[in-house]
């Protein structure tokens, strides 16, 4: 067998003690086609950008447990309403300001009002108290707040300000490992922020492009225009890889759904959509990361009855929206479509731009729709209200403010899951310590080339 | 008659006055400049500096030699050697640097390197890299006779490991801290300074130290830690704090700025954002490499200081020693490629040694590889099968026996455990 067909399907392994070098660039494939820099809004694609770009006052350590990153230390005694943030000082925004209390108390506060801003429920309120303590106003006791305070709800942008989007071709400014040098649809083109506290990228320019096909994709990493892929082995079983990878999974907890708009007969689609698909069978055909499906019952004669006792003879017609950014996404789409179509509902893909996608999600503008949820930190009560804030934000704000571990009791909401599965990147052998989190984000602070 | 003589004789003396015969380094010499050739025009207006580096002194020197008379020949304002530090170069006022850098494998003689052009404009960039350089020549019987036998240092070596617990160390060194006349181990991790003693079968906690203060405006991603034991005091620095901590035997641990290296008289800067040191920022000025990931000199032994061997290891994975003493320092550093990033100097009854962690292969644990502290470098002993990766290395006398030992952290970071394995 020729070594150059051997696709080597070892997991990253733990490197040697030689430290990493600096410098070299690194191109890779974006989940979901760039939208914006808003840590609270956007896909896959932008939350990964959003990561390498913005500092949240803590991090998710190796050990998923949260750890002190823009901040020093948090106060927050047992049973207390009011909590105390110490902010590092020296830190500096990408512009050269520095980054003081006031900007991570108004960009919290900017998550306050804002329905993307859920994850930060029990905090009422927060404001600076001098150039580097926050004082934090709680509605219940917080136990978890460093771990809500390493989301991207809490994501400190200069004084709190939305960050702009993508197509206004203004450059974000940010305290991360990155900054934006260019942007447009297709794809965010990134340098190494000399000046981040915690430290400069090692790779000194990063560029990650959204594809339109799985095939270009594929075919861009077989040419070696890109290092890190995320289709390349799906597209690639036909012809065998000719360039060796590396795989790189994430935890599983990315949740794939189907949510129910607002429509008429809601809870009757919902029911049937629940009944109607094989989930085995989509995650077997379409899902080709780890995954585990989502237990329900398959019923599809039960389903088509209950689309008949509704509709009778009359087939009802949905639409069902995707990001055609997302190639996993049409796959699973076409496999919906064939299982409810055997159920007598009548279903269209709709496959929009990124942009559009989540302008139509955010206003509620849709039949159907096909997601992916991903948790804003390494939590089971987040990962459950992930699924929950995809449709409704304030259903998973009212429940995180009741209690930290609100059971969520997904019949109740629009939301039919699917699958559970992990992110995964297929990386080139060379390009070391590149690690994917539960949200499917590519630790790219972290990556370095072996030598270049 | 006479006339037909001296014209033999014009011959005769035409013939002898022809180039001699050209031997394999001047061919080696020529090859190189032809490469570094169109990267140094004008040449008239051009002051070059030369440097060598490898594990044969004399083959290095004598190919810089060469490369200089015929840079020479070309026209140059001016060709001398230099120590392959862009700045010092920069500094003294060239415009280019040829660096060439000797190795030797497979029955060939390979020189790699570049061609470096060096600005003081302040609207450029100071340093620009122009070319790279490669060439290589089977070895023949001229270039062989330049590589001397190398010969392993006699002696049995053994090596063991005593586990000390889920410790993430650093940075090591060994010295008497508490004043008993015996030699303690000092770890540093990223947050505390630990003192360890032997007691005759385990290394047994002393005492702690935190390091605490300032945070760091700047850390790099990952953690870098140094410390050193001299006289009794214990200085240690990790970059997540601005200031280090000087524990003196007796006393009030006071901050100390800078980060110092054992047997190194110079403290370091490390610059914002990474774990990379540079030579610049070292006071005094100590000749390492331009920038560097540790460093560490021989302490010990009957050398005085300033003539102690050093070692230090760059980023690029390039073990450089300087062998110290004038006798035996040659004009060139030795080097050693693919070197993994900790490195010690260890006198031992047999001789002097340098130790640094080598990577294996992804996945497997690192190997400690000693080598005799002679030209070519040869490996004395090599440690595999260690159960993790080399954090950190020192070398002193733990155990008491009056003998020096070369000490290695070996942490196994999926277990969450750490070892000191002593060497010798």
């Known amino acids: 067998m020729r070594a150059s067909l051997v696709l080597l399907m070892i997991a990253a392994t733990a490197h040697a003690e030689t430290r990493a070098q600096y410098g070299g660039g690194a ?63 020296d830190v500096h925004f990408s ?67 939305p960050p702009p989007t993508v197509e206004s071709h203004k450059r974000p400014i940010g305290s991360g490992p990155f900054v934006v040098d260019g942007s447009d649809a297709g794809g ?17 320019t990063l560029a990650l492009r959204a594809f339109t096909a799985r095939s270009d994709e594929a075919g861009s990493y077989e040419v070696g225009s890109i290092q890190a892929a995320r289709h390349a082995l799906a597209a690639l079983d036909a012809t065998g890889p000719r360039r060796a990878a590396v795989t790189v ?103 929009v731009d990124a942009a559009t996608y989540q302008a139509r999600v955010e206003a509620g503008r849709y039949q159907l729709l096909l997601g992916t949820a991903a948790p804003p930190a390494p939590d089971p009560t987040l990962t459950a209200l992930a699924l929950v804030a995809a449709v409704d934000p304030a259903a998973a704000r009212a429940a995180l403010q009741r209690a930290p571990g609100a059971a ?27 690690t994917v989190d539960g949200a499917g984000r590519a630790g790219w602070a972290d990556a370095h080339w072996l030598s270049h | 008659m006479v006339v037909r003589r001296i014209g033999w004789l014009f011959a005769l003396a035409l013939l002898t006055a022809a180039e001699p015969s050209r031997g394999t380094l001047d061919a080696f010499a020529d090859a190189v400049v032809e490469k570094a050739r169109p990267h140094l025009v004008p040449a008239r207006d051009l002051d070059v500096a030369v440097a060598v580096a490898g594990s044969w002194p004399r083959l290095g020197d004598d190919l810089a030699a060469l490369v200089i008379a015929r840079l020479r020949k070309l026209g140059l304002r001016s060709v001398t050697r230099g120590d392959g530090d862009a700045a010092w170069a920069r500094a003294a006022g060239y415009e280019r640097l040829v660096r060439l850098d000797l190795d030797v494998g497979g029955g060939r003689l390979r020189a790699s390197g570049s061609v470096v052009a060096l600005s003081a404009s302040p609207w450029t960039a100071p340093t620009e890299l122009r070319a790279h350089l490669y060439v290589e020549t089977p070895l023949d019987a001229e270039l062989r006779a330049y590589l001397p036998p190398v010969t392993t240092p006699p002696g049995r070596w053994q090596a063991r490991g005593v586990p000390v617990g889920d410790v993430d160390v650093l940075a090591l060194d060994v010295g008497d801290v508490d004043g008993d006349g015996r030699a303690e181990v000092v770890g540093a991790t990223a947050t505390e300074a630990i003192v360890w003693g032997w007691d005759g079968a385990r290394l047994t906690e002393r ?70 040191f540079a030579a610049a920022g070292c006071t005094p000025a100590t000749g390492l490499p331009e920038h560097f990931w540790t460093v560490a000199g021989l302490r010990g032994g009957a050398r005085p200081a300033r003539a102690a061997p050093m070692a230090a290891i760059d980023p690029a994975g390039t073990l450089w020693v300087s062998l110290g003493a004038p006798a035996l320092a040659p004009a060139m550093p030795l080097t050693v490629r693919g070197v993994g990033a900790q490195v010690a100097l260890v006198a031992l009854d047999r001789g002097e040694f340098v130790a640094t962690s080598e990577p294996v292969q992804p996945g497997e644990a690192d190997a400690i590889v000693v080598r005799a502290l002679a030209a070519g470098l040869p ?18 006398d733990v155990d008491g026996d009056g003998r020096a030992e070369l000490v290695a952290a070996v942490r196994d970071r999926a277990a969450r455990r750490t070892e000191l394995w002593m060497v010798n």
């Open chain 1, 249 to 351: 999974d994430g935890p599983q907890a990315l949740t794939g759904f189907v949510a129910v708009g607002r429509i008429a007969d809601a809870d009757v689609v919902r029911r049937v959509l629940a009944l109607a698909i094989n989930r085995d069978r989509l995650r077997r055909l379409t899902v080709r990361e780890p995954a585990t499906v989502v237990k329900a019952t398959y019923d599809p004669a039960r389903a088509k009855s209950e689309a008949e006792r509704r509709w009778g003879q009359t087939r009802p017609k949905l639409a069902l929206l995707v990001d055609a950014s997302r190639f996993d996404d049409r796959d699973v789409a076409e496999r919906i479509l064939a299982d409810l179509a055997r159920a007598g509902v009548e279903l269209s893909v709709d496959a």
């Open chain 1, 188 to 204: 965010v083109r990134l340098s190494a922020n000399a000046g981040c506290f915690a430290g400069r990228a090692y790779l000194n």
């Open chain 1, 27 to 89: 191109q890779a494939a974006l989940a979901s086609a760039p939208t914006t820099f808003d840590p609270l809004r956007g896909g896959p694609g932008d939350a990964e950008v959003a990561a390498l770009v913005f500092d949240t006052p803590f991090v998710i350590g190796a050990d998923g447990k949260p750890r002190p990153s823009l901040a020093l230390a948090l106060d927050n005694p047992d049973g207390a309403l009011r909590a105390r943030l110490a902010l590092r000082p």
């Open chain 1, 408 to 434: 969520v009791d997904l019949d109740a909401t629009r939301v039919v899951p699917l699958f559970v599965r992990a992110a995964r990147l297929f990386v080139a052998p060379e390009l070391r310590d590149l």
């Open chain 2, 207 to 276: 005492r702690r130290f935190p390091l605490g203060g300032r945070p760091a405006a700047t850390m790099p991603r990952a953690p870098v830690a140094t410390v050193v034991v001299d006289r009794g005091a214990v200085t240690a620095r990790s970059s997540l704090y601005a200031d280090g901590l000087y524990a003196p035997a007796r006393g009030k641990t006071i901050v100390a700025r800078g980060w110092s290296f054992p047997g190194v008289a110079a403290t370091c800067e490390l610059p914002a954002g990474v774990d990379v």
């Open chain 2, 379 to 396: 490996v004395a002993y090599r440690a595999d099968r260690l159960p993790g990766n080399v954090r950190a290395l020192a070398a002193g």
């Open chain 1, 95 to 161: 512009d050269g300001t520095p980054l003081v209390a006031r900007d991570v108390a108004a960009s919290i506060a900017r998550a306050l009002h804002d329905p993307a801003g859920w994850p930060l429920a029990p905090v009422k309120s927060a404001r600076a108290v001098g150039a580097a303590t926050v004082e934090l106003e709680l509605s219940r006791p917080t136990p978890e707040l460093a771990l809500l305070l390493s989301t991207p709800a809490a994501a400190v942008t200069p004084g709190g300000a």
